[in-house]
T-cell receptor, first 117, second 110 residues
């Protein structure tokens, strides 16, 4: 099976711009989670999408948004970029069920390195 | 709030020595704990999880609810174990959300 893919791998933007990152999950996986990784804050959960619905959200401002399409591919968008948004953005997919006791393994992509100048 | 703490940023041992990477968590309910590993130039991947109670690559981890810990252990470290290790937590109906510790870099010297 092909792994999780993320595009683009590297991105340079300037403050005030917006950016869209894409994630293609493993075939058959319906859940996609997004994480921000920085040296100072480590890995922080952004949000999770399951069957085109946001199921969970982390503590990030409204400038961070996402969506999921019917083929389970997901995008995240960051508007009005700030210098502090520079980070590695990871997405992960899993066979997550509808809810309840479900601790399926998350498979991570290689990440998109976003640099904000 | 739920929190995962890995007190050591860097752990350096010699090949053949025992290894223990510490992980403590704060959560009042019944969490599910994981260890993820990232080898150099590779993706973050699952090493093991509490619910499966497996030993992977010689590593084991025991959940101690009294001490709220999930330390990762290996009796004899190998050079190929050098990597970044992350402890992570999730809980009921939050399976898509992992709360990660800050990570511990393990360096195994020859």
């Amino acid at each position: 099976k092909a792994g999780v893919t993320q595009t683009p791998r590297y991105l340079i933007k300037t403050r005030g711009q917006q950016v869209t990152l894409s994630c293609s999950p493993i075939s058959g996986h319906r859940s996609v989670s997004w994480y921000q990784q920085t040296p100072g804050q480590g890995l922080q959960f952004l949000f999770e999408y399951f069957s085109e619905t946001q199921r969970n959200k982390g503590n990030f401002p409204g400038r961070f948004s996402g969506r999921q399409f019917s083929n389970s591919r997901s995008e995240m968008n960051v508007s009005t970029l700030e210098l502090g948004d520079s980070a590695l953005y990871l997405c992960a997919s899993s066979l997550r069920l509808a809810g309840g006791l479900d601790y399926n393994e998350q498979f991570f992509g290689p990440g998109t390195r976003l640099t904000v100048l | 709030a739920q929190r995962v703490t890995q007190p050591e940023k860097l752990l350096s041992v010699f090949k053949g020595a025992p290894v223990e990477l510490k992980c403590n968590y704060s959560y009042s309910g019944s969490p599910e704990l994981f260890w993820y590993v990232q080898y150099s130039r590779q993706r973050l991947q699952l090493l093991l999880r509490h619910i499966s109670r497996e030993s992977i690559k010689g590593f084991t981890a025991d959940l101690n609810k009294g001490e709220t810990s999930f330390h990762l252990k290996k009796p004899f470290a190998q050079e190929e174990d050098s990597a970044m290790y992350y402890c992570a937590l999730t809980y009921y109906n939050q399976g898509g959300k992992l709360i990660f510790g800050q990570g511990t870099e393990l360096s195994v010297k020859p």
